[in-house]
């Protein structure tokens, strides 16, 4: 089978779980265009192939309205992988790390957002939880079946089972650059951290089948340790990536107990993304389509759509943007009369980056961004009636 890319690299190395360019690869098994630039430093020791990827951000937010609130955190994340030929298959290594618990507990101010506890007896709101010290401590091990076909299996702790998109901060080049998480994080890619996951996948060509049993019960409040490790849930996707450029998936997942504060109530959720990629002279352009659903059992069900896009131009400029609609049913505590019920929200962010090279693999990035929120009227008294928001960041980022 040809492969196809954007680069040298991407061109001579073949990825973990198939027949196709490494550049096709993101977040746990999840696909992204082919066309995708390989960041990161990449080497060869023996018989291993190995990839260093990373950033660093330190960021002030500042939340506007009557829910707003401000704070100065870094944000990060390491990622490192390594390959090589065993059996006549290929074996695989991933892990991934952040520093985001030293954002401590409750995380930054985001309005809007919901998901997770600091506390484990209350429920963040109009915040964006941290994320783990360990993202994810993965094996993988893929083996062709014809020229053109390979079978495989991941099997993390943590990792990321088979259900949708690429998450919002690896390799997914429209999403990468702004450092706030989407309002659609949980309708999408919150199980990215999953404590017990194992994936078993079909590649054909430009083709992915998988299916994963895994721990549907999100991380706890304890964010540098291990928790206990369940195959609760379970999970399916397909992928297809019908030309370098293109990158689509849809999935569906049955999720046991996910909120920490809410253990009886299960999830059915089910996503579909596009992720549009395109190089152009010394430019690169991305763009992400993706829709989420949770249906609660018991509860409501609820979407979240989300449209982002990033330019990169010279490797040194970057503008993107990110336009969500979400509804939401955890805005209020269990205490307030308005507790469970469905608000619609809009967010339109929009943002900059200027890069500037320090090493051949290391850049410097300074940058903002604004937001502007569309909600229900009946949230005016407690929002005001039109928040915005904004970020100033630096970067440290592993090109």
Not at 11 to 31: D, I, L, N
């Amino acid at each position: 089978m040809p492969m196809r890319g954007s680069g040298m690299d991407s061109m001579t190395m073949s990825g973990m779980y198939g027949p196709y360019p490494m550049s096709r690869e993101s977040s746990g098994t999840a696909w992204v265009p082919d066309a995708s630039p390989l960041e990161g430093v990449h080497g060869m020791y023996g018989a291993w192939s190995t990839m260093l990827y990373g950033y660093a951000y330190l960021v002030y937010d500042h939340q506007g309205g009557r829910r707003g609130d401000e704070k100065a955190f870094g944000e990060s994340m390491l990622m490192g992988m390594a390959q090589r030929p065993l059996g006549g298959g290929t074996f695989g290594l991933r892990s991934m790390l952040s520093l985001d618990p030293t954002i401590g507990k409750d995380g930054y101010p985001l309005l809007f957002q919901t998901g997770e506890t600091a506390d484990g007896r209350t429920p963040l709101i109009d915040r964006q939880h941290p994320h783990d010290f360990f993202m994810e401590l993965a094996a993988t091990y893929s083996h062709p079946v014809t020229d053109d076909s390979a079978a495989f299996v991941y099997v993390g702790y943590p990792g990321e089972p088979a259900i949708g998109p690429p998450t919002f901060m690896m390799r997914r080049l429209s999403g990468v650059s702004i450092p706030e998480a989407p309002l659609g994080h949980h309708w999408l890619d919150s199980t990215h951290i999953t404590f017990g996951v194992a994936t078993v996948g079909y590649v054909w060509r430009d083709w992915k089948l998988e299916a994963s049993a895994f721990n549907g019960h999100e991380p706890d409040e304890l964010r540098w340790n291990f928790d206990d490790p369940r195959f609760s849930s379970h999970a399916g996707r397909i992928s297809y990536n019908p030309t370098e450029h293109w990158a689509l998936q849809v999935s569906y997942g049955a999720l046991k107990g996910p909120e920490q504060l809410e253990p009886d109530i299960d999830q059915r959720r089910m996503t579909a993304s596009a992720i549009y990629d395109l190089p152009f002279e010394q430019h690169h352009w991305q763009t992400t389509l993706a829709w989420g659903r949770n249906d609660k059992r018991p509860g409501a069900t609820t979407d979240a759509l989300l449209l982002e896009s990033a330019i990169s131009l010279y490797k040194r400029h970057t503008v993107f943007m990110r336009a969500e609609r979400v509804e939401k049913d955890e805005l209020f505590e269990a205490s307030s009369p308005l507790a469970g019920q469905v608000f619609d929200a809009g967010k339109l962010s929009v943002g900059y980056i200027y890069d500037i090279p320090l090493t051949t693999h290391v850049s410097f990035g300074l940058g903002g961004l604004g937001s502007a929120y569309s909600k229900s009227d009946r949230l005016d008294a407690v929002y005001g009636d039109k928040p915005l928001s904004y970020m100033l960041f630096a970067r440290l980022k592993i090109n």
